[in-house]
């Protein structure tokens, strides 16, 4: 299972960094995506980094404050949260991608989910 760690409570504007680890890429691993999910709401996608070419998406939401990053070296993901909001608060989670490119978003094309971590956002 991959683990993800680094979440806190932090104020509204702040930055945080998460870790994924660990992150390996094997024959059905094709990247790494994170997640996040509210109380009450359903798990939504945030970004994905892809193992091959190193390609990486974000959902419109944190398009522009967020950036995923790996380190091959430490069999590591990074999500970089910037400028976060009181609406970024989730319990943020990591997982491999199994599916292809156009189910990146999809959270049944994942496996190996930990437990998350929780980002907490005060106002």
């Known amino acids: 299972q991959l683990q993800a760690s680094g979440g806190g409570l932090v104020q509204a504007g702040d930055s945080l960094r998460l870790s994924c680890a660990p992150a390996q890429r094997t024959s059905s691993n094709h990247g790494i995506g994170w997640f996040r999910q509210a109380p009450g709401k359903e798990r939504e996608w945030v970004a994905h980094i892809r193992w091959s070419g190193g390609y990486k998406y974000y959902a419109d939401s944190v398009k522009g404050r967020f950036t995923t990053s790996r380190d091959n070296a430490k069999n590591t993901v990074y999500l970089q949260m910037n400028s976060l909001k009181p609406e970024d608060a989730a319990v943020y989670y990591c997982?491999?991608?199994?599916?292809?490119?156009?189910?990146?978003?999809?959270?049944?094309?994942?496996?190996?989910w930990g437990q998350g971590t929780q980002v907490t956002v005060s106002s």
């Open positions: 997982a491999n991608h199994r599916g292809p490119l156009s189910t990146v978003g999809v959270a049944t094309s994942y496996a190996d």
